[in-house]
């Protein structure tokens, strides 16, 4: 089993910037893919970025791309969501998680969440 715990998330106004931090315990992660995700609510889960295992391969979501950027240290089971020029339109519950492979299957452990609320 692993456990992900996310931190970081908190009130912003537009134009801020954020930090979000995924910490993976339990089971080991090596290898492992690692992903953000967001919910708004009323709104369906939506894909912001996805790193691999390595670092050397990332992926982002077009609402996201230019202002997110993932990035993880292996050495301390961290994977991180550097958020600039936050819109309010990007309020919203976010979500690390992990995947065995990079280019394929699905998300097999996720955290709890931490809620990030931009102002205008």
């Known amino acids: 089993q692993v456990q992900l715990v996310e931190s970081g998330g908190g009130l912003v106004q537009a134009g801020g910037s954020l930090k979000l931090s995924c910490a993976a315990s339990?089971?080991?992660?090596?290898?492992?893919?690692m992903g953000w995700f967001r919910q708004a609510p009323g709104k369906e889960r939506e894909f912001l970025a996805l790193?691999?295992?390595?670092?050397?391969?990332?992926r982002y979501a077009d609402s996201v791309k230019g202002r997110f950027t993932i990035s993880r240290d292996n050495a301390k089971n961290m994977a991180y969501l550097q958020m600039n020029s936050l819109k309010p339109e990007d309020t919203a519950v976010y979500y690390c998680?992990?995947?065995?492979?990079?280019?394929?299957?699905?998300?097999?452990?996720w955290g709890q969440g931490t809620q990030v609320t931009v102002s205008s």
């Open positions: 998680a992990t995947k065995r492979a990079y280019t394929s299957g699905a998300y097999d452990y």
């Open positions: 339990g089971r080991t992660v090596s290898g492992y893919a």
């Open positions: 790193i691999s295992w390595s670092g050397g391969s990332t």
